[in-house]
């Protein structure tokens, strides 16, 4: 193939990129394999160089910085030939260069290269050397997965002080495809742990939790992500400061939204209000005393009697103004009598004198349920029944409250 041949084809294929301001995510370093075609000059094979060769080579790039890589690679090809004395022909060559990203897309970046190397030429006849070489090629390098790259290149190699041929040197040009493994971490500008390649976030902050797009993760959903959150529980809505902690803006540990006094400080409380003051209690009032019992003196009556005497009613009448001071204290109304007659004739005559003097009470306003009336005959005598004034004293009415 001609020289002229060549130059022509890499430079149509130099106009093909566009420049964009995003540049696909290469490896920092990486090493690959190399498989493609090659075509010989004519002054190598004869009339067979527009016939294409297996090549086969290895590959190592590092990265310099955004528009600049440099590599080396090593590519060998056998090439079937028909010129006298030469016959087929195996070609190593051995190269060392620069890439320049010339116009860099957002999965792949075109590439222009040139190097300088070696070219190694054994044939089957008497033309065998070594020689130095310039090379020049253009080609892309895709992304692939989180770390490795496609790529393809078209190259032409030009030996040079070839004295064997007829020519000065050689142009032999070689189309190659290759994939390449990305040596150490894949790149990871923001530091989440999800390379560039594949975050779809790419400017977390740093400390933030992500998914596995990388993006940011807000488990309660409050603005602030996860790992930057702390208070990351925070119920939906509640509105929250820059570390994600619900506003408390009287300070007083209460946040705003359980605090019904949000601007008035109340630590320590329950809802966030000051305890309100003590309303002055009434003195409580003073209840009357209630003694254990009342005998209603001069409350007497006559043998074999529950009448009341004339003389009973304004004793009866005190009684019952009394009892209305006692409030509400149930009281009882206890009927005895002395011991003439006998136990059960006593214990009847004791209940009709009990319930007499009930009734009176009840008719001067003391309320019926607060009263009840028992009879014990003489079975709780107060005085000796062997004499008159005694058995007088034992006929009597008490009343008892009922606590």
């Not at 496609?150 to 190699?157: H, L, N, Y």
Request: glycine share 12%; net charge negative; proline share 6%.
């Amino acid at each position: 193939m001609k020289r002229t041949h060549a130059a022509w084809l890499l430079a149509g294929l130099a106009t093909l990129g566009g420049a964009t301001a995003q540049a696909a995510e290469m490896p920092e370093r990486d090493l690959g394999l190399l498989l493609g075609g090659g075509w010989a000059d004519e002054d190598l094979v004869g009339g067979k160089d527009d016939e294409v060769n297996p090549l086969f080579g290895l590959r190592y790039g590092q990265r310099l910085n955004d528009d600049f890589n440099v590599f080396g690679d090593l590519v060998y090809g056998a090439y079937d030939g028909n010129r006298a004395g030469v016959g087929d022909a195996d070609v190593t060559t051995l190269r060392g260069g620069l890439e320049w990203l010339f116009s860099r897309q957002q999965k792949y970046n075109w590439f222009l290269s040139g190097g300088l190397g070696l070219m190694n030429v054994d044939t089957d006849g008497a033309v065998d050397f070594t020689r130095p070489m310039a090379s020049l090629g253009v080609g892309q390098a895709w992304e692939v997965g989180a770390n490795d790259a496609f790529r393809w290149e078209v190259r032409a190699d030009q030996s040079f002080g070839n004295d064997t041929l007829p020519n000065a040197g050689l142009t032999n040009l070689q189309a190659l495809l290759g994939y390449s493994w990305g040596l150490g971490a894949p790149l990871d500008s923001d530091g989440d742990g999800v390379a560039n390649r594949l975050d779809q976030c790419p400017n977390t902050p740093k400390g933030a939790r992500v998914d596995t797009r990388g993006c940011p993760l807000d488990s309660d959903g409050d603005g602030v992500f996860d790992g930057l959150d702390r208070c990351p529980n925070t119920p939906a809505g509640v509105r929250v400061n820059a570390d994600g902690c619900p506003l408390d803006t009287d300070g007083d540990g209460i946040p705003d939204y359980l605090d019904k006094c949000p601007t008035v400080p109340a630590p320590g409380t329950a809802d966030g209000c000051p305890p309100k003051a003590a309303e002055p209690q009434p003195a409580p009032v003073a209840e009357p005393s209630v003694p254990r019992k009342l005998t209603l003196e001069g409350v007497n009556f006559d043998n074999d009697s529950a009448r009341l005497r004339p003389e009973s009613i304004a004793i009866l009448d005190n009684a019952a103004a009394t009892l209305k001071e006692w409030g509400e204290v149930k009281v009882e109304v206890a009927g005895h009598t002395d011991s003439v007659s006998s136990d059960a004739y006593n214990r009847k005559l004791s209940q009709r004198r009990a319930e007499a003097v009930r009734a009176y009470l009840i008719r001067k306003g003391v309320a019926a349920e607060r009263l009840t009336a028992k009879g014990y005959g003489e079975a709780s005598p107060v005085a000796d029944n062997k004499t008159a004034e005694g058995r007088f004293k034992n006929r009597r009415v008490e009343l008892i409250p009922q606590q």
